[in-house]
Nanobody, 115 residues
Framework: QVQLVESGGGLVQPGGSLRLSCAAS????????MGWYRQAPGQQRELVAR???????NYPDSVKGRFTISRDNAKNMVYLQSNNLKPEDTAVYYC?????????WGQGTQVTVSS
């Protein structure tokens, strides 16, 4: 059974930082494309960071330079370091594992950026 469990969300002031974690079981993260997505109320889910099985990363312009995705193969975990957070970063953040044939999502963790 595949599980992706996110943690590390919470309430943070504008300009603050959070480190989100995604713990994977049932899959090996190093052979999947791993991504972080977010969904704000009334909005579509959007990609915020992705790391491919070969280690390439990409980010949308909205978070480039502020968010960093990383992977710890030994711990089978993926992280999202988010810095200089803005109120518009408020959303539920989801971890995703994808390959040509399979696609898995975590349950999400809430990030709220507010003073």
């Amino acid at each position: 059974q595949v599980q992706l469990v996110e943690s590390g969300g919470g309430l943070v002031q504008p300009g603050g930082s959070l480190r989100l974690s995604c713990a994977a079981s049932g899959i090996v993260v190093s052979i999947y494309n791993m991504g972080w997505y977010r969904q704000a109320p009334g909005q579509q889910r959007e990609l915020v960071a992705r790391i491919t099985s070969s280690g390439n990363t990409n980010y949308p312009d909205s978070v480039k330079g502020r968010f960093t995705i990383s992977r710890d193969n030994a711990k089978n975990m993926v992280y999202l370091q988010s810095n200089n957070l803005k109120p518009e970063d408020t959303a539920v953040y989801y971890c995703r594992a994808s390959s040509n044939l399979k696609n898995y999502w975590g349950q999400g963790t809430q990030v709220t950026v507010s003073s």
